[in-house]
């Protein structure tokens, strides 16, 4: 480590997978190494740690001057979230950095348990904005993950507006989907990504069709498999943005593509960073310049159907999509070799001093010193020779043999008097009792004692939902004995809003912002709230699932007018919404929407201090985790396509060009399912729907018993005609109870996860 880093500083931050790998990336130059234990890790299918490698893996990050973080970024159910102090506690007590985290509820369980313990928000919390990072930075995170679509404008804003650590992928798989706002995998084969099983239907072929399932010209049929990231040219960039940790992607990839691509990017690292701290910024981006030699180096590494430099500088790209499928591509086996020779066969040794002390009729001692630390350790008494002497150079050569420790000799004495005797048994266990010493007293400052007492399993209650639901919704008895259910429909196109307002059932309508161009919002959202309060319902507006810089920046602008039309509450779902809310429109009722994922108590119990109006139950869980839920002033979905996919992609300007018209496409799978595709123009993401929609009116007893009062049904693609087809079924099936599903309703239907749920 040179003295330049003092000053300036990027981490280099590797993955690993497996415990030969985070040898290697640490040996290769890695600052820093993330990992997963036994459970609650975003790749359930790498090797991974269990308890004792774990410990192992922290202690010798130690010895190195380097950090570990543990993923514990999945969704918790609230059996397994009773579990994770326990899970945690040794990892604390043995120094463990940082714990990188997606579900809320471990978020406040650790702030609140291991005070001391640092954490950093996982890019499945899609943090997009200055908004976001700062309310994470209030709760209390050292770090925010960022999400891979931000451009250096937007990364350098919220560097300019938020006292947190950036940290940003840099190189390795790029998912086509904002992190953490994908469910496809999970909906088609019960495999969430949210909890580290993706089964990847993103790198599946698929035909793209228009409105009426025509099919139409595509580039090729692996539309939604993006290339990989390398971003190595842009460190000058990542630096002057204000990115502190340079993330590389890869916990599945083999130590030689970990080890390799590592030792490059720490290799333009040390030299950029030393050119900063001669020259100045400007002249070291002037002389900042990556060989053709080490591209290629990184090429063959590994890559999928080869790189892209990703985001940075535009908001998406058809040239970042495979479109053919995508390949493996590693080569050059003379290099694995030779990655493999320098950084996994040959570890990393700390180099040590000491000193041997042999006289006879004493104990033998043996003194070493490492980073500052001192132990002088006793053995055996040195007896004197009856034949054979032991000779200065024998004692060196076996006191040298430092085998499988993580210590190498850099200077040793060895004072002793002639004629002397020691079995080399008995030098070979001094030396390795002085060792586990030294081991200890390095690494031994990073260790903690026990945070207190953790309570097993106790999770708080949420009496802030409780105060702002109805009056009875914590008691499913009374529920059902009333016969009391309030309907919420939202709509994604105001053509379906005459059929709501017809019903007197419906009691809140949500107005989804893709209603509306930004240019008419004032005109015809004010025009629709009128109308939704003279059909006596309420009104809410959903503010964009994507609350990026400039989409914060428009809102920003319409706040007091949106306060003046009389807007019941707005609807919010993700972090940055409603740090947006939080701060602007704060005097505003809020409803958390489903991408806010309220797994377990403690989650909900979290959002609860801000005092929502309502939450929305999670996607992913089922009868039996619903059951188990606090669900006081919970909505639940009870009809609709759900969303599977988020993206900054547009399947639609990738395949032909971008017009910036809204409009509906439909990608059609090897099964011959239709997946909807809307394309937002406005704030530029698409949202990619199930191929059927869910429905669970059926299910009226269950959700009672529940406790759950507010029910909800999400209209995106219907006609004016479907709409209010559905309205129609909602109204026998489950309000009146004359028919059934099953008995009335034409066309495929899904009970999502209600009765399988996710891994």
């Not at 706002?181 to 035909?207: D, I, K, T, V, W």
């Not at 993580?406 to 020691?422: A, N, Q, S, W, Y």
């Amino acid at each position: 480590m040179t003295d330049h880093k003092k000053q300036y500083k990027l981490e280099v931050l590797a993955p690993a997978g497996s415990f030969e790998t985070f040898l290697a990336v640490i040996n290769a130059g890695a600052d820093a190494v993330y990992l997963g234990g036994s459970r609650f890790g975003a790749r359930a299918y790498a090797d991974n740690f269990d308890a004792d490698a774990l410990l192992r893996a922290i202690d010798y990050a130690h010895l190195h001057d380097r950090k570990v973080y543990l993923t514990v970024n999945t969704l918790l159910k609230e059996r397994e979230l009773a579990e994770l102090a326990d899970y945690l506690l040794p990892f604390y007590r043995q120094g463990l950095d940082a714990v990188i985290v997606q579900d809320m509820g471990a978020f406040e369980l650790v702030r609140e348990q291991f005070p001391d313990l640092a954490v950093h928000t996982s890019t499945q919390m899609t943090i997009t904005g200055a908004e976001g990072a700062e309310y994470m930075h209030k709760l209390g995170a050292s770090r925010v993950v960022l999400a891979r679509e931000l451009s250096f404008a937007e990364i350098s804003y919220i560097h300019s507006s938020v006292s947190v650590q950036l940290e940003a992928f840099v190189h390795g798989a790029l998912c086509y989907c904002y992190s953490g706002q994908c469910l496809f995998s999970s909906m088609l084969g019960g495999r969430s990504g949210n909890r580290g099983r993706c089964a990847q239907p993103c790198r599946l072929p698929y035909e793209l069709c228009d409105s009426h399932k025509k099919k139409l010209p595509q580039r090729g049929s692996y539309m939604l498999s993006p290339k990989d990231l390398c971003s190595i040219s842009y460190l000058p960039d990542l630096f002057e943005s204000g990115v502190y940790s340079l993330k590389i992607e890869g916990r599945m990839k083999q130590a030689e593509y970990a080890a390799g691509v590592v030792s490059i990017y720490r290799a333009y690292v040390d030299a950029y960073l030393e050119d900063v701290a001669r020259y100045g910024i400007a002249d070291a981006r002037r002389r900042f310049l990556v060989s053709g030699e080490d591209m290629q180096k990184l090429w063959d590494f590994g890559n999928r159907s080869g790189f892209t430099e990703g985001y940075f500088y535009r908001q998406n790209g058809k040239d970042m999509i495979t479109f053919e499928k995508p390949g493996h591509i590693k080569s050059n086996e003379a290099l694995q070799n030779e990655i493999r020779r320098t950084y996994i066969d040959d570890e990393l040794k700390e180099k040590i001093k000491g000193n041997l002390i042999l006289k006879k009729e004493l104990p033998a001692i043996i003194e070493l010193s490492c980073k500052g630390k001192r132990v002088s350790v006793e053995g055996d008494i040195v007896q004197a020779a009856q034949n054979q002497p032991l000779s200065l150079d024998k004692v060196e050569r076996n006191l040298r043999k430092t085998g499988n420790t993580p210590f190498v000799f850099d200077e040793l004495t060895v004072e002793m008097e002639d004629d002397v005797f020691l079995p080399v048994g008995a030098i070979n266990r001094l030396r390795r009792d002085a060792m586990e010493q030294l081991m200890g007293q390095v690494t031994g400052e990073y260790h903690r004692e026990v945070p207190g007492t953790i309570p097993n399993g106790q999770t708080a209650k949420n009496e802030s939902f409780h105060a702002n639901s109805t009056k009875h919704a914590g008691n499913p008895a009374i529920q059902a004995k009333e016969n009391s259910f309030h309907l919420s429909v939202s709509v994604e196109w105001r053509g379906q809003l005459g059929a709501v307002l017809r019903v007197p059932f419906v009691e809140n309508v949500y107005l989804d912002s893709g209603c509306y161009r930004q240019e008419e919002i004032k005109e015809l959202l004010s025009e629709d709230v009128s109308a939704i309060h003279q059909a006596g319902k309420r009104a809410y507006y959903i503010l964009p699932p994507v609350f990026r810089k400039r989409t914060a920046g428009f809102y920003a602008g319409l706040c007091a007018w949106l306060t003046s039309i009389y807007l019941d509450g707005i609807v919010v779902g993700s972090y940055d919404s409603l740090g947006f809310a939080l701060t602007h429109l704060s005097a505003m009722p809020f409803i958390l929407d489903h991408r806010l994922y309220l797994f377990n108590n403690r989650a909900k119990a979290g959002f609860g201090s801000q005092h929502p109006l309502r939450d929305t139950a999670p996607l992913e869980l089922n009868r039996g985790e619903l059951m188990a839920r606090d669900n006081r002033g919970t909505e639940l979905v009870l009809y609709g396509y759900l969303p599977l996919m988020l993206s900054a992609q547009c399947v639609h300007a990738n395949n032909d060009v971008c017009d910036k018209q809204p409009g509906l496409s439909y990608l059609k799978d090897r099964y011959g399912k239709y997946f909807p595709v809307k394309n937002h123009c406005q704030d530029c993401y698409n949202t990619l729907y199930n191929s059927t929609p869910l429905l669970l009116f059926d299910c009226r007893k269950d959700v009672l018993d529940m406790g759950i009062v507010y029910g909800r049904l999400s209209f995106t693609i219907e006609s004016e005609k479907e709409t209010r087809r559905i309205l129609d079924l909602y109204k026998a099936s489950f309000l009146t109870g004359t028919c059934t599903v099953k008995t009335v309703y034409q066309g495929e239907y899904t009970n999502g996860h209600y009765k399988r749920g996710v891994e």
